[in-house]
């Protein structure tokens, strides 16, 4: 099976800054690795998928990158409804798999 | 648009059989796979298995044994079935969508049903 490992497990921000979000897979993955979004109460949102492709109505300031075993989750400039957790999923082999998540809090 | 409404109950008691549903809404069942995850109160994702509407399955191992997904087309129904439930299935039960693309057998899962909090408990 696939570990996905995610750091930071909590990062604190502000309005405006810049963060990096990294996931490391226990195996290469290609690039079939997504990230979702998941706010308090409510179900997980796809981002990003195949690494790097903006999900339709995501806004811009999310960007993803990578291949292989290590990628990246950027949000170029926070906005208050960024606050959330943030979540990397491999979907290379079975059983699919998550990182342990990102707590993004102000 | 697809939409994804789930049902169930919220309370299963120990040894009993968990039983969810997710009805689609907004586009034929038959199109894609349909998968079932779970989220422990405060802890990690985990991948349950997913379907298709022929009755194609594939079940992550660890629940494999304890674990049935079916499709009613007529419907337009997936369903999720967990027998011998302890207090470690106690989670937040989602449905979703499997949608493929990118290039190759990228997948990835949208839109998901709104989660059934399932509590395994006398």
């Known amino acids: 099976d696939i570990q996905m490992t995610q750091s930071p497990s909590s990062l604190s921000a502000s309005v405006g800054d810049r963060v990096t979000i990294t996931c490391r897979a226990s195996h290469s993955i290609n690039n079939y690795l997504n990230w979702y979004q998941q706010k308090v109460g409510e179900a997980p949102k796809v981002l990003i998928y195949?690494?790097?492709t903006l999900q339709t109505g995501v806004p811009s300031r999310f960007s993803g990158s990578g291949s292989g075993t290590d990628f990246t989750l950027t949000i170029a400039s926070l906005e208050p409804e960024d606050f959330a957790s943030y979540y990397c999923?491999?979907?290379?082999?079975?059983?699919?798999?998550f990182g342990q998540g990102t707590k993004l809090e102000i | 648009q697809v939409q994804l409404q789930q049902s169930g109950p919220g309370l299963v008691k120990p040894s009993e059989t968990l039983s969810l549903t997710c009805t689609v809404s907004g586009d034929s069942i038959s199109r894609y796979y349909w998968t079932w995850l779970r989220q422990p109160p405060g802890r990690d994702l985990e991948w349950i298995g997913y379907?298709?509407?022929?009755?194609?399955?594939?079940?992550n191992s660890s629940l494999k044994s304890r674990l049935t997904m079916s499709v009613d087309t007529s419907k337009s129904q997936f369903s999720l079935t967990l027998t011998s439930v302890t207090a470690a299935d106690t989670a937040f039960y989602y449905c979703a969508r499997v949608v493929f693309g990118g290039g190759g057998g990228n997948n990835w899962f949208d839109p998901w049903g709104q989660g059934t909090l399932v509590i395994v408990s006398t």
């Open positions: 195949a690494a790097s």
């Open positions: 379907v298709y509407y022929t009755g194609s399955t594939n079940y």
């Open positions: 999923q491999q979907s290379f082999s079975t059983p699919y798999s």
